[in-house]
Each structure stands twice: as C-alpha cells, then as structure tokens.
T-cell receptor, first 116, second 110 residues
Framework: GAGVSQSPSNKVTEKGKDVELRCDPI?????LYWYRQSLGQGLEFLIY????????KSGLPSDRFSAERTGGSVSTLTIQRTQQEDSAVYLC??????????????FGPGTRLTVL | QKEVEQNSGPLSVPEGAIASLNCTYS??????FFWYRQYSGKSPELIMF????GDKEDGRFTAQLNKASQYVSLLIRDSQPSDSATYLC??????????FGTGTSLTVIP
C-alpha cells in the first residue's frame, strides 16, 4: 500500500514568512509524529498525535510552531515568522499503535525547508 | 543527560568485517528498541526491533539487548559497502514516546 507522503518536498521561503508542511500518514495508522533534522544531526522530536488524544507538544521549539491533525489522518505543521535557524528537513512518521511493542514508525520522504 | 546516547563515529570497517554499533538509554522502564538506517539525503528505514533481553538475528544483522545495563547494540556481519549509512537507535519510553539517538556514521571500506 501507499506509504507516508509529505508535501511539498522542497520549500524555499523568506525570513518572516509563514509556511505550512503537510503529512499524509499510512491509512489506519493512529499515531503520527513530526521530527526535524538539521544537516548532519539526529532526529529532533517535535510533536506526537495519538488518535483523538491531546497531542504531545513537548518538543516544539517555540510558540511559532504549531501542528494539527484533522479527522485523525492528515497533519499540518505550521511555522510562523520563519527564521533562518528553522532551515532543516522536516520528517513525518506514522505508526499503528495498539499499545504494544510493535509500534514501528514509517517515515515519509521529508520536506526540505530553506529560509533565506 | 540525553534519553538515548550513541557514538557519532565515524566508524570505519573493512568489507567483510563485523561492524558493532552501540546505544545506551536512560529510562529503565523502556520496553521497545529499534534500529533504523539512514542513507545520506534519505529518510530513516527500519532494520530491526527488539524488546526482549538477549539476541535477535535477521540475516546479517543481530540486535542485542541488555535491559539491566540499559544497552542495545547492532552487529552487522560480513559488512558490505552498501551498509555505509548512519544508524539510528530509537527507544520507546513507558509513555510511548520515541527517543532517537543522534546516530552513528558507518563507512564500509571496499
């Protein structure tokens, strides 16, 4: 079946502009994660959605970042007033979350954000 | 203290050798452990998961878990140049949050 999809694949924006990044998880997956990865760095957790529960926003770096997930499926990550340090690859992952051990995350191809 | 620690490397091994990648974690209650491989410019892809103490083998890959020592490792036997990538260790906390290490860069030299 189809994997996790993200759009756009690349986004170049000017400092101070707002951007929206989209993630479409694998159908049936209840958990959705957003990560950020700067060049040569590891994965930085941003936010986690599980079903209809309130999201875990503990990783969001500032109040300029927000995310929502509509209908338990598609998610949008919004960055307001972008700064140059926001430049990174933003990765989305989803998993089927029965509460057990087999909650493997499947990653999308990422959105490369460049803030000029 | 970070939740998950990995040596960043780079780790270089000759083709055909065994590559050993190590990871330690801080939350003793963690139950699930994953190894992901990430090629340059690509997204991470799952190699193996393990949740019981001991060894788990899958082809040339063996994951080892020691919960008492809070240590998980990945062995790659008969390393190939195509194994050259960054290997990410991920640990799932009791609250079901994923924590990733910063990754170990592996280069297999032909």
């Amino acid at each position: 079946g189809a994997g996790v999809s993200q759009s756009p694949s690349n986004k170049v924006t000017e400092k101070g502009k707002d951007v929206e990044l989209r993630c479409d998880p694998i159908s049936g997956h209840t958990a959705l994660y957003w990560y950020r990865q700067s060049l040569g760095q590891g994965l930085e957790f941003l936010i986690y959605f599980q079903g209809n529960s309130a999201p875990d926003k503990s990783g969001l770096p500032s109040d300029r970042f927000s995310a929502e997930r509509t209908g338990g499926s598609v998610s949008t990550l919004t960055i307001q007033r972008t700064q140059q340090e926001d430049s990174a690859v933003y990765l989305c992952a989803s998993s089927f979350f029965p509460g057990g051990s087999y909650n493997e995350q499947f990653f999308g191809p990422g959105t490369r954000l460049t803030v000029l | 203290q970070k939740e998950v620690e990995q040596n960043s490397g780079p780790l270089s091994v000759p083709e055909g050798a065994i590559a050993s990648l190590n990871c330690t974690y801080s939350d003793r209650g963690s139950q699930s452990f994953f190894w992901y491989r990430q090629y340059s410019g690509k997204s991470p892809e799952l190699i193996m998961f393990i949740y019981s103490n001991g060894d788990k083998e899958d082809g040339r890959f063996t994951a080892q878990l020691n919960k008492a020592s809070q240590y998980v490792s990945l062995l790659i036997r008969d390393s190939q140049p195509s194994d050259s990538a960054t290997y990410l260790c991920a640990v799932v906390s009791p609250g079901n949050q994923f924590y990733f290490g910063t990754g170990t860069s592996l280069t297999v030299i032909p």
